[in-house]
Structure formats: structure tokens, C-alpha cells
């Protein structure tokens, strides 16, 4: 069984195998148990109202090592595939090798844009609530002496914000548009 694995040429295959796939599987286990962004020093925070702006490249990049990793992984199990599984010359295992390197970053890299198109931001930028129609969740009193609550649905979801009415007051159930955003983040309102 060594003499399969480490015999000449077959070690060539071996050692980048067993390197990539090391370092691939200890990338998976740390991604997974949420390591990954910690050891990066990339840990993400996001605040009320932020939105979170990735870059699929920053994930994945050509030159990278977890593309090496990958490549190492497909060219060195590839190969050992092409010598000993199917009997090829050392030749034609190389040529394998690279090409299952190849195909492996190209998955790698597909997988990942894949996973990142996944992504979404459960945020609604305030200035897209501006003249949507909605219905009052809760009184809104006359003139800003307080706020009630207005049920919007922005984006295709349902939300509900603070409401303050400019001029008079606004009972449940009323229909109501959304005439701005102030500073604080309360709707103002005005009756449909």
C-alpha cells in the first residue's frame, strides 16, 4: 500500500494530494464552525441601517491559497487516478493532473460565486420607504406631538416603522403615504 502512494513516480502525485486536501478540509472545518473570519481578522459587524458590501473576490481569488490548495488536491489525485488507476506513463498522469488542478479551481471558484449570489441583506435602505403607501399599526397623534407606527411593505416585505404626522392625527387602520424620513428614522405621514 505505501509502494501505491509513495512508490516512484507515484509519491509526486501523492504529496500534493494529501497537502491540498489537508488544507482544503481544515479551511471547510474552520469555515464552518465560523473560525475562517477570525483568522482572517475580517470579522464582519453591521449596524442598524449599514448594508453589508462584499466582494465575490474577496472569497476567492486565482492566486490564492485556498486555489492552491484546490489545485494541489486536483492535480495530485488526478494524476495518482491517471498512474495507477488507469496505468498511464508519467506523461500523460502529469497532463491529467494539471487538468484535474485546472477543473478543480474552476469548480472551486464556480461553487463559491455560486454560494455568494446566496447572499442577501435583510436591510431596506430608509429613502426606499419614501411615497409608499401603508396602513397605521398604531394612532399617530396630530402635529409631531408623538409617534404612532405605520405597517409598509417595502421591497416585497412587510415592515414597520415609528410615524409622526405633520398635520392632523391619523387613527388605526387609515391608510397612509409616507411623505419622508427624518433624522431620527420616524416616517412622516399624511393621509391616502
Given at each position: ?70 489545485f494541489l488536491m486536483g492535480?495530485g489525485w488526478a494524476g ?113
Open positions: 500500500m505505501v509502494d501505491f502512494f509513495f512508490g516512484y513516480p507515484a509519491g509526486w502525485f501523492t504529496a500534493p494530494a494529501l497537502i491540498g486536501s489537508i488544507f482544503f478540509g481544515v479551511r471547510m472545518v474552520t469555515a464552518l464552525i465560523g473560525l475562517d473570519a477570525d483568522l482572517e481578522g475580517g470579522g464582519t459587524s453591521a449596524s442598524m441601517g449599514d448594508e453589508l458590501h462584499t466582494d465575490p473576490g474577496d472569497s476567492f481569488k486565482v492566486l490564492s491559497l485556498q486555489s492552491l490548495a484546490a492535480f495518482l487516478g491517471g498512474l495507477r488507476g488507469s496505468g498511464w506513463g508519467t506523461g500523460a498522469s502529469i497532463a491529467a493532473g494539471v487538468l484535474g488542478g485546472i477543473a478543480m479551481v474552476w469548480l472551486l471558484g464556480w461553487l463559491l460565486r455560486m454560494v455568494y449570489d446566496l447572499q442577501a441583506s435583510g436591510n431596506i435602505p430608509m429613502a426606499h420607504v419614501v411615497g409608499k403607501e401603508g396602513e397605521v399599526y398604531l394612532t399617530v397623534p396630530a402635529h409631531g406631538a408623538g409617534t404612532g407606527r405605520v405597517r409598509v411593505v417595502v421591497d416585497g416585505r412587510q415592515r414597520i416603522y415609528p410615524a409622526a404626522s405633520a398635520d392632523e392625527a391619523v387613527e388605526r387602520g387609515a391608510r397612509v403615504v409616507v411623505e419622508r424620513v427624518s433624522e431620527d428614522r420616524t416616517v412622516v405621514v399624511r393621509r391616502a
